[in-house]
Every structure is written in structure tokens, then in C-alpha cells.
């Protein structure tokens, strides 16, 4: 269980980027962050692993306080936390195998890891994971061989690796089309459920976060102005959120696309016969 | 739509000096500071004619070059250079890699950034024939003091494009390796070496082949190698074994060049 109490940061520039921001995310939900650029929703999910270090505020994963912790016993505790980015943040010039594998550094010494020797059960593991996300033949592959939707399911694999307690999903969908974000997102919330994960997931695609989401947190200049169900985001919560816009329009955009998906799967399949 | 004219002409705007008063003026200084600059330039035409000659013969050596009266010195000095080619880039390349992480400002402290950055600068600012004559004083003529020249000189050429190198990584990359939970060493070997590691390559042969060129240079000055036949040759007026020495530098840095340039597109 992961809880935020009274998470602050401000930048050096004086920017807030979080203000207070009070949450509890219970074992095995799924949460989507929404709200528009600059809100912030990079900076609290950073501020979990600390990427981003907080200016105020506790982060408690299990009862350890994860803002307060000294290096040494920071990495330690990094190694509960998976994450996954945007543009994938995958090591280009390496193997795919060498990427899962690299979830695994945080729990092995220097050595085995610069030669490559990593325990037989860590290999194993990472076999089944690739596997599980349908890469198994692509292991001895390098990373910029693959599609953006391979290799977003290759940074799946390698925050899996760590076996962590907690996901933390930066805009898993945004450098991918609408069919692969679907089946990414899918993807994603079934590994959560297979294993009980609780994971944060920032999305700026408000279609799709209330197709796949559990919980929905809107953000807005740094503070939480929306916590509830998907179906409790009604058009005047969205207008909370981004601001005015016709939101109408852009739910009838996505029914456009999902019909234009369904016709070119129809084409697809008379092509077939 | 409105019914303006629009015009037909444009001119690009000047960018750096707006005043038409100060550009003229300016333009005019520099034409002046060039004018009398070039008439401060003493020019003795009798030692020119005489160059000439001397040039004419050059050329002729050049035209005729004798490999075979003085090639014991020729190859002697070869090996040499070679040695000290091969030897110094390896010696340079060990020690830069690690001041080359220590001068990335993502990888390493303040102190330590600081520290390296100012062994780069001092390795740059001083020529390698200035670090030549201080050495070859200090450890006396021939190839150790080459061999030490070109290691201090390759220290601040690696070392730097090293560092600026590391500075510009995707830091996406890095930042994800973080996230695991990774130590630093593990963050350098996993998230920052894939990324220098073919342009580390493609400037170590090419640093390769600068110090064959510049092994030439510093054996004027005594640092052995065939620079110090070519002068010895220079000063004989032998022309024409020094005429066979420059074809034989200018064969060696072409096969160096293209075999450098071959390995690096290769490598990519």
C-alpha cells in the first residue's frame, strides 16, 4: 500500500509543482493521473522513487518513509518500485535480454552484472517475463530493433524484473497509435491484476483512462482537484480539470476511431478469404 | 480578405550591428586595420629569390626521393614513430576514460568535475611541441619523452570530447537505470557506456592517427621517431631522403586515415 501525506515540491525556480497532495492507493488498483501539461503528474510520480527529490511531505510505501531515506538505503528501496516511461527509456544499444535483465541491478553486486553473469533464477525469470509480454524470440535482439509497441512491452519487462510492490507509469501510450496503446493498457492492467500490483499510471489520454482505469485522480497546478471512479468523470469534472473545452468532441473523435479500426480489422479479414 | 498591395521585395534584416551609421564604420576600420597591417609586413625580396632556389631543389629531392642511401635511419625512425604512436594512444585512451567521467557534471560531484576539468584544460593549452621541449629537457632526446607527449596530449583531446560526449546522453536512458535501483557503476556501465562507447571507439582511432602525424612533428624538437630523421635529413640537405621520408609520412596518415574512417562506419 502506497500513501502520500501532504507531498509538497517546489522547484528552484520557484515553480509549485505539488502542493499538499494527500493519497492512499491500495494493494491491486490501478490509478489513473490525469490533468493538462504542467500539472504535475510527472513530478508526484517522480517524487515517489525520487527522481524528483520532495520539498516536503512522506511518502510511505509499507511503513517506510521513502522521502526520508539516506542514499545507500534509497537504492535499496527503489528496487519495490517499478517504472515505466514514455518514450520506453529503454538502453537502445543494448540486447533486449540485457534490458529486462537490468531490473535486476538493484539486487545484484557490481560484478556479476558488468559481466553479464546474473544468477540462474534471475534469467529464468526474465525468460517467463518475456514470454509473458510476448517477446520471447526477440531476447538476443538490441532494443532500437524493435517497434514502439515491442519495446514499451520490453519496459514492462524489465519494471516486472525488479518485483516490485508498486508500478509507476509515466505516459505509457503517448509515442504509440491508438491500437497499440489499447493493447498496452490491457496489457498493463492485466499484469497488475495477475499480481495484485497497485500502480499509478499518468495519462493524458482521458478516453482511455476511464476505459481502463479503477480509479481516476485529477490534477491540477499541483493539487489533487478530482479523486473518484471513472464514471464520476462527468464533463463538469473535466472542465475542473483542463479548463473549458467540448469534450463531447473529443469523446465522438475517439468513437470515430475505434469505427475506423473495426472497418480496416473488416477489410483485413475479407482480404484473408 | 483585404485588398492591400502587398510588396514584391524583401530584404533580410540585418542581424548583428541594426545602425547603418556603425555598419559603414565598421566596415571601414577593418579595411583600414588591414591596409596597414599588410604595409607593417617587411617583405625582403632578395631572401625571397633565394628561397626559391632552395625550394626548386626541394622540390626536386622531393620529385627523386632516395629511399634506399639513408633507409637504416628511414626504418629506425619509423619504428619509432610507431611505437610511440601505438603505446601512447593506448596509455592515453586508459587514463582519459576515467577524467572523461569525472568531467561529465551528470556523473560526477562539483569537486571532482573541477578537479579533472583543469587537468583537460592544461593538457589542451599546452601545444604538444611546447610539452615536447620541456620533456625531451627533462628525460633527454628520443621516444620516451615523445611517447610522454603524446599520452598528455591525448589525455586532454579524449578526455574532453569524452566528457561533452557523456554530458549530452539521453538522460531518459539514465534516468530509467536509476530507477531500478542501479549503483553508480552499474548507472555508468549500463545506461552511459552503450551510448559513448561507438563514438569513444571512432575518436580513439582517430586520435590514433593524430599521433602519428604529430610523432612527425615532436621529433624536430628531439623526441625521436621520424621526425627526428626528416630534420636530421633537413639539415644535411639531403632533399631527397627527406623527400622519401614525407612521401612515406603522407602514405602512412592516408592508410591511417581510411583504415580510422573504414573501423568507424563499420562500428556504427
Redesign the interface.
Known amino acids: 500500500m502506497l500513501k502520500l501525506e501532504g507531498l509538497s515540491k517546489t522547484y528552484k525556480t520557484g515553480d509549485a509543482a505539488l502542493s499538499d497532495v494527500t493519497l492512499t492507493i491500495p494493494k491491486g488498483q490501478i490509478v489513473g493521473l490525469i490533468g493538462p501539461s504542467g500539472a504535475g503528474k510527472s513530478t508526484l510520480i517522480r517524487c515517489i522513487n525520487r527522481l524528483v527529490e520532495p520539498s516536503a511531505g512522506k511518502v510511505l510505501l509499507g511503513d517506510v518513509d521513502l522521502a526520508r531515506l539516506g542514499k545507500t538505503e534509497l537504492r535499496r528501496q527503489r528496487r519495490r518500485i517499478g517504472m515505466i516511461f514514455q518514450e520506453y527509456a529503454l538502453v537502445e544499444r543494448l540486447t533486449v535480454m540485457e534490458n529486462v535483465l537490468s531490473g535486476r541491478l538493484g539486487y545484484v553486486p557490481f560484478w556479476r552484472s558488468f559481466l553479464r553473469r546474473y544468477p540462474g533464477r534471475d534469467v529464468q525469470q526474465a525468460f517467463r517475463l518475456l514470454d509473458r509480454v510476448g517477446l520471447m524470440h526477440q531476447a538476443d535482439k538490441r532494443a532500437d530493433a524493435l517497434s514502439g509497441g515491442q519495446r514499451q512491452r520490453v519496459g514492462i519487462a524489465r519494471a516486472l524484473a525488479q518485483e516490485p510492490e508498486l508500478l509507476l507509469v509515466d505516459e505509457p501510450t503517448a509515442s504509440l497509435d491508438p491500437k497499440t496503446s489499447r493493447q498496452i493498457m490491457r496489457l498493463l492492467t492485466e499484469i497488475c491484476a495477475e499480481r495484485d500490483l497497485p500502480a499509478i499510471v499518468n495519462i493524458h489520454d482521458v478516453p482511455l483512462a476511464q476505459q481502463f482505469m479503477q480509479r481516476i485522480i485529477g490534477l491540477r497546478a499541483g493539487e489533487v482537484v478530482f479523486d473518484g471512479t471513472p464514471r464520476e468523470l462527468t464533463e463538469n469534472v473535466l472542465t475542473t480539470i483542463y479548463g473549458a473545452e467540448d469534450w463531447d468532441a473529443m469523446r465522438r473523435g475517439d468513437e470515430e476511431q475505434s469505427a475506423a479500426e473495426a472497418d480496416a480489422r473488416d477489410r483485413m479479414a475479407a482480404l484473408a478469404q | 480578405m483585404s485588398t492591400q498591395e502587398y510588396p514584391t521585395t524583401w530584404r533580410r534584416p540585418p542581424q548583428i550591428v541594426t545602425d547603418r551609421r556603425w555598419r559603414i564604420a565598421l566596415q571601414l576600420g577593418i579595411l583600414a586595420y588591414l591596409v596597414l597591417a599588410l604595409g607593417s609586413v617587411e617583405v625582403d625580396w632578395q631572401r625571397v629569390s633565394v628561397g626559391l632556389e632552395r625550394g626548386q631543389r626541394f622540390i626536386m629531392g622531393f620529385l627523386q626521393p632516395d629511399f634506399t642511401s639513408r633507409w637504416g635511419d628511414i626504418s629506425r625512425g619509423l619504428v619509432e614513430s610507431l611505437t610511440m604512436t601505438l603505446t601512447s594512444t593506448v596509455v592515453g585512451v586508459l587514463i582519459s576514460v576515467p577524467i572523461g567521467i569525472g568531467a561529465a557534471r551528470n556523473l560526477a560531484p562539483a569537486w571532482l568535475y573541477y578537479v579533472c576539468r583543469s587537468i583537460i584544460a592544461v593538457s589542451r593549452a599546452l601545444q604538444e611541441i611546447i610539452i615536447a621541449i620541456f620533456l625531451v629537457a627533462m628525460f633527454g632526446f628520443g621516444p620516451f619523452a615523445g611517447f610522454l607527449t603524446l599520452s598528455f596530449a591525448t589525455i586532454g583531446f579524449l578526455a574532453k570530447l569524452l566528457a561533452d560526449d557523456i554530458e549530452e546522453i539521453?538522460e531518459?536512458?539514465a534516468?530509467?537505470?536509476?530507477?531500478?535501483?542501479?549503483?553508480w557503476?552499474?548507472l555508468v556501465?549500463?545506461?552511459v557506456q552503450?551510448?559513448v562507447?561507438?563514438r569513444l571507439i571512432g575518436l580513439s582511432l582517430y586520435r590514433l592517427d593524430i599521433n602519428f602525424r604529430e610523432s612527425a612533428v615532436i621529433g624536430i624538437v628531439g623526441a625521436g621517431g621520424i621526425g627526428a630523421t626528416l630534420n636530421t635529413a633537413i639539415d644535411r640537405y639531403e632533399y631527397d631522403s627527406a623527400g622519401a621520408i614525407l612521401l612515406i609520412i603522407i602514405g602512412i596518415v592516408m592508410i591511417a586515415e581510411y583504415g580510422s574512417s573504414y573501423l568507424r562506419k563499420f562500428l556504427q
Open positions: 539521453d531518459a536512458q534516468e530509467a537505470i536509476r530507477a531500478t535501483g542501479a549503483s557503476w552499474q556501465n549500463y545506461a552503450p551510448q562507447m561507438p
